[in-house]
């Protein structure tokens, strides 16, 4: 069973940090792409930031400069460093990792986390 398990979310007043983790695990291939996507109530998740197993990495514009995501292939881990939190940034984080069907079938298929809350007071 491919599971992705998250931790690190919680409450925090505005300029503090936060530190998520996601462990991926159930399949022999590392994901191609590791995200961290966001929802909050009555709209649509959007991606914070992904980073590729070639370590490139992408942010959106609102968190670029104080996020960091990165990933220990060891651990099949990704994290996400969140700096300088700021009210906007509250929402229910998602670990996301894109995989390949398998060696002859390159498509990828998307897993997701259950999610945590993350709570920025001001």
């Known amino acids: 069973q491919v599971q992705l398990v998250e931790s690190g979310g919680g409450l925090v007043q505005a300029g503090g940090s936060l530190r998520l983790s996601c462990a991926y695990s159930?399949?022999?291939?590392?994901?191609?792409?590791m995200a961290w996507h966001r929802q909050v109530p009555g709209e649509q998740r959007e991606l914070v930031a992904s980073i590729t197993d070639g370590e490139a990495t992408s942010y959106a514009d609102s968190v670029r400069g104080r996020f960091t995501i990165s990933r220990d292939g060891a651990k099949n881990t990704a994290y996400l460093q969140m700096n300088s939190l700021k009210p906007e940034d509250t929402g229910v984080y998602y670990c996301n990792a894109k995989v390949i069907r398998g060696v002859f079938d390159s498509t990828l298929r998307d897993y997701w986390g259950q999610g945590t809350q993350v709570t920025v007071s001001s």
């Open positions: 159930g399949s022999m291939f590392s994901p191609t792409t």
